[in-house]
């Protein structure tokens, strides 16, 4: 029991992240309707960002507020220069440019940090949370920041007007012109947001996977499973699903025979590849209701 | 009266295709415009070419301020309010939301508030659902929650696009009667496109009647309802 506990509440803290990457694929989903394969790679250059201001001498909170900061400027930059003069493209047009980022920012990022795995500092500690063996400080951590992040947003999204008018923007673009919302700068909001959030999520996960350019990829792809299985129309069922994926996860690695830690990941494009035959709006997908 | 609107030689295009051919028209200040023609004669798309949502060439002028080449957003900051065709519903919000989204580039807290009040004592059906997904109003509701999200701008011009399509008579009639005390009593100009052309011209005090992208009538509302040549070549009815 100990151990189905200690791995259920495990599969929360990285499923916090998972959520956490979840949510960011899927803001920009709604906003422009694309995958942003290169989200992982952003969240990884944050990373390294935050890395390198506490190589600076510069404390754990601070260099966590400042690299937000940057994530969420250099999200905006992405769209404006990138995709915004791709936004009437094909759909491939846009699938080459954001392998194209993936594969800039990788690059950069081992050319300005070289590919040897580094060591992350967590602010929380490693020692056991509360006295209790079945979670660490760290993964309390994990799941406590996610919770105010989360948190934030729907109050962002529900209660304040600039989140009503990103709501807006998403749903029916035309109309929100129509009602003198520039739904441009809308979708450029939604990708510095979407870009800090993945920024949270790369370094609250570094002390776990460690920092190197490579770190966010299976990451991304629990992201991506869990806004599938969540619905990719639905924020909160990206959330659901990167809880659901976390937990998934852990148990099928310890009860399942043979699938152990190295099988992990198939599991999550079995799960990605399940859903989508099974259910393709996924579990929270909206259903529009509508009356003619 | 002055003249609000004020549309010289406009010709728009879709792609290659020049759906208006050099069409002029104004109106004054307070009055209720109808704009009338068949399907196709390119009356949404003189709607949409004053909000410059479509490519267009030829002079638009509101208020004496040329509104060419600006972007649909920063024209609704002139006081023009757009009802588009199938009336723009945001249908994942609350009817609520929809009317706060209406004021959305007002700055006055307190006067959205007490607007939102004044358009559930316009239209209550809007304040029995005020909670309600958008998207679970009947097409009637709709509409009236069109027009009152377009209100909330507190507009001096609203455009209205077919507001009568798709329903009953007699909501067409309710509708049609909420407009004409907008118009009297709220002081807002209205532009309105119909097919409904006996409705419309019962309503409006100006009307112009479009033919493949020109305007090929123009007048006072009841001369044109009492000619019956036009009413037959033009109008149908």
Redesign the interface.
């Known amino acids: 029991m100990e151990l189905f506990t200690n791995q259920v509440l495990a599969g929360i803290a990285t499923g916090a992240i998972y959520a956490c990457m979840a949510l960011a694929v899927v803001m920009i989903y709604q906003a422009i309707d694309h995958l942003n394969f290169a989200q992982g790679e952003m969240a990884m250059f944050s990373t390294f960002i935050s890395w390198q201001l506490m190589q600076w001498g510069i404390p754990y909170w601070a260099a966590f507020v400042i690299t937000l900061a940057l994530s969420f400027v250099g999200g905006i930059a992405i769209e404006r220069i990138l995709f915004k003069p791709l936004a009437k493209a094909p759909v491939l047009t846009n699938v080459a440019g954001f392998i194209a980022l993936f594969a800039i920012i990788n690059s950069s990022a081992g050319l300005i940090w070289d590919f040897t795995i580094k060591q992350y500092p967590t602010p929380f500690g490693s020692s056991p949370f509360l006295g209790s063996q079945l979670i660490s400080t760290h993964q309390a951590g994990m799941i406590g920041v996610t919770v105010l992040l989360l948190l934030g947003l729907y109050f962002f999204f529900q209660y304040t007007?600039i989140g009503?008018?990103m709501?807006?923007a998403a749903?029916?673009p035309?109309?929100?012109?129509?009602?003198?919302?520039?739904?441009s700068w809308m979708i450029a909001l939604g990708w510095g947001m979407a870009s800090a959030i993945g920024a949270i999520a790369g370094m609250l996960i570094a002390p776990v996977v460690f920092l190197e350019p490579n770190m966010m990829g299976g990451v991304l792809i629990y992201g991506f499973a869990a806004a599938v299985l969540g619905g990719l129309t639905s924020p909160f069922g990206a959330v659901v699903g990167g809880f659901l994926v976390g937990v998934f996860e852990n148990l099928a690695g310890t009860y399942i025979p043979g699938v152990g830690n190295e099988l992990k990941l198939p599991i999550a494009l079995a799960l990605i590849i399940s859903v989508l035959v099974v259910k393709p709006a996924g579990l929270f997908g909206?259903h529009?209701?509508?009356?003619? | 009266m002055t003249t609000l609107l004020n549309v010289k030689d406009l010709r728009a295009y879709y792609g290659q295709v020049q759906a208006l051919h050099g069409l002029s028209f104004s109106l004054s200040e307070g009055s209720l415009t109808t704009l009338l023609g068949a399907n196709g004669a390119g009356k949404t798309t003189t709607l949409r070419a004053i909000?410059n949502?479509v490519r267009s060439t030829g002079g638009i002028e509101f208020d004496g301020k040329p509104l060419n080449n600006r972007?649909?957003?920063?024209i609704?900051?002139f006081g023009i309010?757009?009802v588009?065709q199938g009336r723009?519903?945001?249908?994942?919000?609350t009817v609520e939301?929809n009317l706060?989204?209406?004021a959305?580039?007002r700055k006055d807290s307190a006067g959205i508030v007490s607007d939102i009040e004044r358009m559930y004592a316009h239209f209550p059906v809007l304040k029995q659902r005020h909670t309600q997904?958008a998207?679970?109003?009947?097409?009637g509701e709709q509409q009236m929650l069109a027009v009152a999200?377009a209100l909330m701008?507190r507009p001096r011009l609203m455009l209205l696009d077919e507001p009568s399509f798709g329903l009953a008579p007699l909501v067409v009639r309710d509708l049609f009667g909420i407009l004409g005390k907008i118009n009297r009593e709220d002081k807002v100009s209205i532009l309105v496109v119909e097919q409904n052309a006996q409705l419309a011209l019962e309503l409006a005090d100006q009307a112009y009647v479009i033919e493949t992208g020109r305007i090929v009538m123009s007048g006072n509302a009841k001369d044109i309802a009492n000619n019956e040549e036009i009413r037959k070549s033009y109008l149908g009815y």
């Open positions: 007007k009503l008018a709501r807006a749903s029916v035309e109309s929100a012109r129509l009602v003198g919302i520039n739904t909206r529009i209701v509508k009356r003619v | 909000c949502m972007s649909t957003e920063s609704v900051r309010a757009h588009p723009g519903t945001f249908t994942t919000m939301e706060q989204l209406g959305i580039t997904q998207g679970t109003l009947s097409g999200r701008l």
